[in-house]
């Protein structure tokens, strides 16, 4: 069954320094998704991504945070500069986009910030 | 925000049927009804979905309220495995629309 995958599964980084978490969304899905949980938090959407650009956001995703898709795979989410507030659980999402249109996960990164 | 309301918790005895309820009284016409778990810390999985008509798969089966304004997910055959946070999201299918996810229902599956 196709899968998206997340890397890396844990990483652990300094307040301040800059993180690139990466997904690998199903192949031919059009929709790609970002979303993060906070320790014993709810699941809370941060960007949706269509044809190149980011096509709904939250207030979550302030200008600290940039989402990417350098090449027809993979797509990032980028921190510029971490805080402790940024520890959570990041999840990618992809969907096709059409029909039902289910939203497929990824088992997520952990991001721990020192 | 969530449009739907759920119970925060609910025990059901391995091998029982679990009915998880979910009221969307403001849904619209055009907006489905998922059933997402997640279980620890994985991601969300997906279960089920519906529009108007019960729905069944090898997961859970659907039931949708002839008013559309309630649901409820039937898992028919408990197990400890299916011990999870479900949630119930309404939403338009065929656009990039975000799934809003509430709280959910925590479900403990007891031996």
């Known amino acids: 069954e196709p899968e998206v995958t997340q890397t890396p599964s844990h990483q652990v980084t300094q307040m301040g320094q800059e993180v690139i978490l990466r997904c690998v969304p199903i192949?031919?899905?059009?929709?790609f998704y970002w979303y993060r949980q906070i320790l014993g938090q709810k699941v809370e959407f941060l960007v949706s991504f269509y044809n190149n650009e980011i096509s709904e956001k939250s207030e979550i995703f302030d200008d600290q945070f940039s989402v990417e898709r350098p090449d027809g795979s993979n797509f990032t989410l980028k921190i510029r500069s971490t805080k402790l507030e940024d520890s959570a659980m990041y999840f990618c999402?992809?969907?096709?986009?059409?029909?039902?249109?289910?939203?497929?996960f990824g088992a997520g990164s952990r991001l721990t910030v020192l | 925000d969530a449009k739907t309301t759920q119970p925060t918790s609910m025990d059901c005895a391995e091998g029982r049927a679990a009915n998880l309820p979910c009221n969307h009284s403001?849904?619209?016409?055009?907006?489905?009804v998922y059933w997402y778990r997640q279980i620890h810390s994985q991601g969300p999985q997906y279960i089920i979905h519906g529009l108007k008509n019960n729905e069944t798969n090898e997961m859970a089966s659907l039931i949708i309220t002839e008013d559309r304004k309630s649901s409820t997910l039937i898992l028919p055959h408990a197990t400890l495995r299916d011990t999870a946070v479900y949630y119930c999201i309404v939403r338009v299918a065929d656009t990039g629309n975000q799934f809003y996810f509430g709280t959910g229902t925590s479900l403990t599956v007891i031996p």
């Open positions: 192949s031919n899905h059009l929709y």
């Open positions: 403001t849904i619209s016409g055009n907006e489905y």
């Open positions: 999402a992809s969907s096709q986009g059409w029909g039902a249109n289910v939203l497929t």
